[in-house]
Nanobody, 121 residues
Framework: VQLQASGGGLVQAGGSLRLSCSASGVIFGINAMGWYRQAPGKQRELVAKDSSGTTTYADSVKGRFTISRDNAKNTVYLQMNSLKPEDTAVYYC?????????????????WGQGTQVTVSS
């Protein structure tokens, strides 16, 4: 299983970007998909996630970012509006994907390669 993220870039404060992440491979099911970010010198933090339709957002992005999923395409999106310089970070896609292990389905964590988002002031 692989996660392929895209959509990062450089944008001015107040602008918008849309991140996409698609999962490929042998997938029996996906419990959750989401986005984390890591700024220089800081720990990786949750930005937003969708767990079987239940969405969670970091307080810092509520009202500005929207996460959505296309289950048929095993794809998750992050629409980022009203971007601020403090949103600058490497954004990582994450998925909790079910794998068949010894006749049972177990969840495994997968990460995408990271995509840089830079917001200039």
């Amino acid at each position: 299983v692989q996660l392929q993220a895209s959509g990062g870039g450089l944008v001015q404060a107040g602008g918008s970007l849309r991140l996409s992440c698609s999962a490929s491979g042998v997938i029996f099911g996906i419990n959750a998909m989401g986005w984390y970010r890591q700024a220089p010198g800081k720990q990786r933090e949750l930005v937003a996630k969708d767990s079987s339709g239940t969405t969670t957002y970091a307080d810092s992005v509520k009202g500005r970012f929207t996460i959505s999923r296309d289950n048929a395409k095993n794809t998750v999106y992050l629409q980022m509006n009203s971007l601020k310089p403090e949103d600058t970070a490497v954004y990582y896609c994450h998925a909790e994907i079910l794998r068949l292990v010894a006749a049972a389905f177990d969840p495994f964590d997968y990460w995408g390669q990271g995509t840089q988002v830079t917001v200039s002031s």
